[in-house]
């Protein structure tokens, strides 16, 4: 997505450990106009699938995911991180690295909101090493709903987990991918 591109070139920030700040419209202020703008890319991506629900982790996936199911008129369930006691019932759950935090954290999902019949996408902010993507697939299948697909707003490809989760099979469709990054600039995948 060429305007995600441009955006990420004008507004975002590279900071050390290969972290890209993006707070000006994604993780911390939310462009809501821009963020619209992706939902209707996501729409185009999947419009054919018959997708039934949307799938995030919170909290900076659920604007991205809240934006798409608006233009796709789709419910959005979002998974709760380390917060099990207002979860209540039956639950998914998958366990979580993050390497930019170096903490482990637990996802869940009541099973009231995932069932077998549902067709997932499953949408993020950013997706680097895949862990959270990982823990989400994993809530699917225990709910032996069917995965369409994976979309993240940014993907930093140099860091190996979409090309990872493609090759595994999963259909991963991110709006921007970035190859390579530095304080000196950014590359996109072409
Ligand atoms: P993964 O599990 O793919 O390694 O990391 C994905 C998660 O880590 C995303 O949900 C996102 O919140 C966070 N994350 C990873 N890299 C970045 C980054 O460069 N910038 C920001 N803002 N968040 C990131």
Partial sequence: ????????????????????????????????????EMGREIDRIYKNDGVTKLLTVESSGIAVAVAAGTVMHLPVVFAKKNKTSNVSGDIYSAMVHSYTH????KIVVSKDYISRDDKIVIIDDFLANGKALEGLIEIVNQAGATLVGATC?????FQGG????????????????IDEMSPEGIAFRK
Avoid: C, P, W
């Avoid at 955006?7 to 963020?35: A, I, M």
């Avoid at 170096?102 to 954290?105: A, E, H, S």
């Avoid at 707003?153 to 490809?157: H, N, Q, S, T």
């Fill in 1 to 36: 997505m060429v305007a995600l591109e441009q955006k990420v070139l004008r507004e975002g920030t590279v900071l050390e450990g290969h972290v890209l700040k993006v707070g000006s419209f994604l993780n911390q202020q939310l462009d809501v106009d821009f963020l619209v």
């Fill in 102 to 105: 170096n903490t482990d954290y």
């Fill in 153 to 157: 707003a940014i993907e930093k490809g």
């Fill in 162 to 177: 979409g090309d990872r989760l493609r090759a595994q099979g999963i259909r991963v469709e991110s709006l921007a991918i």
